[in-house]
């Protein structure tokens, strides 16, 4: 069975799929995605995939959506909620996904995450010049440079980062390393950065290294006040002891 539901957006569109396609609610789908096109050019649609007759059901679903070229050319983002990991698997790269819309998948209780994907621009975002990543070898972990004053769009890629983290591990580790505080507020940097970050409850711990005569004092009086978020301070010579501290 096929519903439609409101997002918060009026370019986007939800819709649930349940059971097995049904024509009205097909129709009803079309004439709704037909409607969003026609009033906002462009389409942003999240599918609630929750139970579905195995790939067959699901690709004679997508195909009559997609014999509206006209409607099918004009969505530009799709985000997945499934459970099931071969849609998941077949999202990537199945014919009937079209390389001009961008498609992710989400799990059926990422449904925040999901709508906040599709909220964000597709445009590149600007290059980031507060922030620059470190390689730490290890895919579990999120290594982070302080380099200058953070913006904006500083805070909104270190939420990116620490989402795929989030995503792909359960739970986030970080290694932030201050290498300078010229230009930011340097004692109140990790405040703004945990009431920056959205998924500030999914990080379990996080080593920040620098020289500052104020950080292990800051960092320890953190340590008190984040119960559940284990915090550790080193100088920039532990680098090996905060990556082994971390993992």
């Known amino acids: 069975m096929v519903t439609i539901f409101p997002l918060s957006q009026d370019n986007m569109l939800g819709?649930?799929?349940?059971?097995?396609?049904?024509?009205?609610?097909?129709?009803?789908?079309?004439?709704?995605?037909?409607?969003?096109?026609?009033?906002?050019?462009?389409?942003?649609?999240?599918?609630?995939?929750?139970?579905?007759?195995?790939?067959?059901?699901?690709?004679?679903?997508?195909?009559?959506v997609k014999a509206k070229k006209d409607l099918w050319e004009k969505i530009e983002k799709y985000a997945i909620l499934t459970d099931h990991g071969w849609l998941s698997t077949l999202s990537g790269g199945i014919d009937f996904l079209t390389p001009r819309m961008e498609v992710k998948t989400f799990k059926l209780n990422e449904g925040e995450l999901?709508?906040?994907?599709?909220?964000?621009?597709?445009?590149?975002?600007?290059?980031?010049?507060?922030?620059?990543?470190?390689?730490?070898?290890?895919?579990?972990?999120?290594?982070?440079?302080?380099?200058?004053?953070?913006?904006?769009?500083?805070?909104?890629?270190?939420?990116?980062?620490?989402?795929?983290k989030v995503r792909h591990h359960g739970k986030a580790r970080l290694l932030l390393e201050v290498v300078t505080t010229e230009g930011i507020n340097a004692r109140t940097l990790w405040e703004d950065l945990k009431a920056s970050m959205k998924l500030y409850k999914d990080v379990e711990r996080v080593a920040i290294i620098g020289d500052q005569s104020w950080l292990k004092t800051s960092v320890k009086l953190s340590d008190l006040l984040t119960p559940g978020l284990e915090l550790a301070a080193f100088s920039s010579v532990e680098h090996k002891r905060a990556i082994a501290w971390l993992d």
């Open 15 to 64: 819709f649930t799929l349940d059971g097995e396609v049904d024509e009205p609610g097909m129709r009803k789908l079309l004439m709704a995605i037909e409607a969003k096109v026609v009033t906002h050019g462009k389409l942003r649609l999240l599918g609630n995939i929750k139970n579905v007759g195995g790939f067959s059901s699901y690709q004679a679903f997508w195909n009559t």
């Open 114 to 164: 999901a709508h906040r994907w599709l909220q964000a621009s597709t445009e590149a975002p600007p290059t980031s010049e507060g922030v620059k990543t470190i390689d730490l070898g290890n895919d579990r972990l999120l290594g982070l440079a302080i380099v200058g004053k953070l913006y904006p769009a500083d805070y909104d890629r270190i939420n990116v980062l620490v989402e795929e």
